[in-house]
């Protein structure tokens, strides 16, 4: 499985993004498809991430100003983001997780930097 995501940027505090991710390979085996996020100094997080049944979870910090959908049929998925904050900024990465064996799969990160 291969994942290229795309969409970070630089931008004013309150604005927003909309980051898209695209899987290629054997994405049949995908169970679930999200974002995390890693921060100079910090360690990586889960941002958001739904589940092949259409289950969406999010970190707290990001309910209600993030919204992760998915397009099927091209093997997509979605993370737009609004009310953005300074704290939002970091290298944003595409998850997927093999159903079968477990198997992480991460896409390149793309930078979201958000400016006071």
């Known amino acids: 499985v291969q994942l290229q995501a795309s969409g970070g940027g630089l931008v004013q505090a309150g604005g927003s993004l909309r980051l898209s991710c695209t899987a290629s390979g054997k994405v049949v085996y995908i169970n679930a498809l999200g974002w995390y996020r890693q921060a100079p100094g910090h360690e990586r997080e889960v941002v958001s991430t739904?589940?092949?049944?259409?289950?969406?979870n999010y970190t707290d910090s990001v309910k209600g100003r993030f919204t992760i959908s998915r397009d099927l049929p091209k093997n997509m998925v979605y993370l737009q983001m609004t009310s953005l904050k300074p704290e939002d900024s970091a290298v944003y990465y595409c998850h997927a997780k093999n159903i079968l064996d477990g198997t992480d799969y991460w896409g390149k990160g793309t930078l979201v930097t958000v400016s006071s």
């Open positions: 739904m589940t092949r049944g259409g289950k969406r």
